[in-house]
Nanobody, 117 residues
Framework: QVQLVESGGGLVQAGGSLRLSCAVS????????MGWYRQAPGKQRDMVAR???????GYADFVKGRFAISRDNAKLTVYLQMNSLSPEDTAIYYC???????????WGQGTQVTVSS
């Protein structure tokens, strides 16, 4: 069974930083692409950052230069370092795993990030 557990969310002031972690159970991690998505109240779930099996990263335009995604294959963990946070970043952040070669998606339950003005 594949499980994803997010942690590191909380309340921060505008301009502050936060580091999210996603711990993955199961042997599928090494063969999977990973990503972070976020969803604000009344909004759709948007891709924030993705990192491929080989480590290649990509970002949504609204976080480029502020956020950094990384993965530690030995620890079965993916991270999202968030800097220069704005109230617009307030959302529930979800960890995503896309398996290979079957492309099945798995989701964590999310961690709340709240940025005060």
């Amino acid at each position: 069974q594949v499980q994803l557990v997010e942690s590191g969310g909380g309340l921060v002031q505008a301009g502050g930083s936060l580091r999210l972690s996603c711990a993955v159970s199961g042997s599928i991690f090494s063969f999977a692409d990973m990503g972070w998505y976020r969803q604000a109240p009344g909004k759709q779930r948007d891709m924030v950052a993705r990192i491929a099996r080989g480590g290649t990263a990509g970002y949504a335009d609204f976080v480029k230069g502020r956020f950094a995604i990384s993965r530690d294959n030995a620890k079965l963990t993916v991270y999202l370092q968030m800097n220069s946070l704005s109230p617009e970043d307030t959302a529930i952040y979800y960890c995503n795993l896309r398996g290979y070669p079957d492309y099945r998606d798995y989701w964590g339950q999310g961690t709340q990030v709240t940025v005060s003005s």
